[in-house]
């Protein structure tokens, strides 16, 4: 069976396991398992954005976190308003999750656009601590920022609305991101497979080639960097409405580096990559972190195991590498 | 001049008291191959940055097809019609041949931001590069990994690349830079016939192959051009001799 093959199946699989699991879940009334499918679920959504940028762009933005943040607080200081029925510049807030995502979408896109007109100036470990800088500016802000809550975060006290669903049920919620991650999926392989993906691979891979053929590396890192930050900036959103509950800490720079770590564990630029690599951390989270509090020990060995011996990530491994032929 | 397809009007470029490029006019003429040679060190890679825009001039300018491209990007020279091959083998490793120069194809076509169809269903940007490979006899690699090509391969490779740009004119730099006895003289020519699609300034160490090819002969000596001729008034002009010639490659 040829790599291409492989990995749709493998892809299937993983798909398949992910509904399957809350869905037994649900039948045998344990939602606590349904949560955690869809934290994985929601994770995975973030590493999707991340992968555009990191995965077919090469451009290691150690500063996502950001991007999630924002979204975050979108959804809080919606809900907040809403809540309380005040207003915030002159608008209503709102419990509605679509104008919400929306406008984390807008405002991480925007924000990401500023921080990559800059930052894409450089490269290498330049590009990287510029992003992480930027990061860490939104963190202190928001550490600052008394009017929502300041280091001690803002909670959502009644999660926010979808048309049709009662998102207060953990079923509901799962289904939710995980037909949020599917449509971000196939956004992902959509943009992969057209001219922008080819482009942007081109020029993670040789710059000066791409430029040679008329192909100006700058905007097009630019624009997958604005997507990137669009879709991390939506999980975000997702993030905060699971856990009713968003502060500074959603972007402290620890969450950029788990953003990066779930892509190499789960396969950097693949497809299911960050579906993969957000299961095996939510997994080695619950499981090990059950059973010892050094479990981030644990993680670190894989992590490095991985590193050494298995670049292509859990679908590097099973599926072999990625083929661009025809 | 109407038929001055590529113009160089006094370009400099210094690096620190080096004067790398000084002074350096030349154009290239519809249908012809206009070779550049010089010792090691007689820059030639600086002008070649210059006219690709990889480098920016200290003073003059460059001009296509009687436009001004000095202020230009590298990608929007590519556009404006500036072919180039790198000195060393530049490509997209992980792509086949195939796409390869479906990139160039497409970088013509200036159509990098479209997010829905996937390449790979384009019909026309797939025979397109088809037939390109055809072109240069890489036909039946099409599907192989740029990055586990042979050397003559991907030299031959860089050349489809450039012709899938239809550019005005090519930047040629060293084509036959490692290729054996055979593959140069393959490449000799496909060359002679290529120039019939596009001028080409070619940049290129292999003597026989320049006095075999080049309509017109350039000689660069510490950033000046010394001489400009025939390969026969070359041959014969006594500076080039003295500074050139008699020196480090003999005729």
């Keep these: 069976m040829d790599s291409t093959r492989k990995e749709w199946l493998l892809n299937a699989l993983i798909a398949g396991a992910l509904f399957a699991v809350p869905l037994w879940a649900w039948l045998a009334n344990e939602p606590f398992i349904i949560t955690l ?130 998102t207060a049920r953990p079923w509901d919620m799962f289904l939710l991101a995980y037909a949020v991650l599917m449509l971000c999926l196939l956004a992902f392989a959509g ?18 080639r791409a430029a040679a053929l008329g192909i100006s590396p700058f905007g097009i890192k630019l624009v997958g960097f604005v997507l990137s930050g669009m879709i ?59 059973l010892t509090e050094h479990w981030k020990l644990w993680l670190g060995l894989v992590l490095l195991g991985v590193v050494l011996f298995a670049r292509g990530g859990l679908i590097g491994l099973l599926a072999g590498r990625v083929r661009h032929g025809g | 001049m109407a038929d001055d397809i590529l113009a160089l009007h006094g370009l400099s470029r210094a690096f620190g008291a080096l004067k790398a490029t000084d002074d350096v006019s030349l154009t290239l003429r ?63 490793p992980e792509y086949s041949a195939l796409r390869n120069v479906m990139l160039a194809l497409q970088g013509r076509a200036g ?46 490779l860089e050349i489809a690349m450039a012709l899938a740009l239809s550019p005005k004119c090519f930047l040629l730099d060293e084509p036959m830079a490692g290729l054996g006895a055979e593959g140069t003289k393959q490449l000799v020519t496909f060359l002679h016939g290529l120039k019939q699609d596009a001028p080409i300034l070619l940049i290129e160490h292999d003597m026989d192959a320049v006095f075999q090819l080049a309509d017109r002969i350039s000689v660069l000596v510490y950033g000046r051009i010394i001489a400009t001729g025939s390969a026969a008034e070359i041959r014969a002009n006594p500076q080039v001799r003295a500074v050139y010639l008699g020196t480090e490659d003999s005729l």
């Design chain 1, 37 to 166: 499918a869809t934290r994985i679920a929601i994770l995975a959504i973030a590493a999707v954005g991340l992968n555009i940028a990191l995965g077919l762009g090469g451009m290691v933005s150690f500063g996502h976190a950001l991007y999630l943040g924002l979204g975050g607080y979108v959804a809080g200081i919606a809900a907040h308003h809403a809540f309380h029925g005040t207003e915030v510049l002159g608008l209503p807030g709102t419990n509605q999750m679509l104008p919400i995502w929306a406008l984390a979408m807008v405002l991480s896109g925007l924000v990401a656009g500023v921080v990559g007109a800059l930052s894409l100036r450089t490269s290498g470990i330049f590009f990287i601590m510029i992003t992480l800088a930027f990061a860490q500016m939104g963190f202190f802000f928001a550490l600052s920022w008394p009017a929502y809550g300041g280091e001690d975060g803002l909670p959502i006290f009644v999660r926010n609305q979808f048309p049709g669903l009662n």
């Design chain 2, 111 to 156: 159509h990098s931001y479209r997010f829905l169809r996937p390449v790979m269903r384009d019909q026309a940007l797939i025979s397109g590069a088809r037939a390109i490979l055809a072109r240069v006899g890489l036909g039946p690699r099409a599907s192989v990994e740029a990055a586990v090509l042979s050397h003559g391969e991907r030299r031959l």
């Design chain 2, 30 to 92: 519809r249908g012809e191959i206009h070779a550049l040679i010089g010792p090691n060190g007689a820059g030639k890679s600086t002008l070649m940055g210059l006219v690709s825009g990889k480098l920016a001039p200290d003073r003059g300018t460059v001009w296509l097809e009687g436009r001004d491209i000095t202020r230009l990007s590298v990608a929007a020279r590519a556009r404006a019609g500036l072919g180039r091959s790198f000195q060393v083998s530049s490509l997209i």
């Design chain 1, 191 to 208: 943009l992969r497979a057209a001219r922008f993906g080819a482009a942007l691979m081109a020029i993670r891979q040789n710059p000066d």
């Design chain 1, 232 to 290: 991390t900036g939506l999980a975000g959103a997702m993030m905060a409405d699971l856990t009713r509950f968003v502060s500074p800490a959603m972007m402290a720079w620890t969450v950029s580096g788990e953003l990066i770590v779930i892509i190499i564990l789960g396969g950097v630029g693949r497809l299911f990559g960050p579906v993969a690599g957000a299961a095996i951390l939510v997994g080695f989270e619950v499981f090990f972190g059950g």
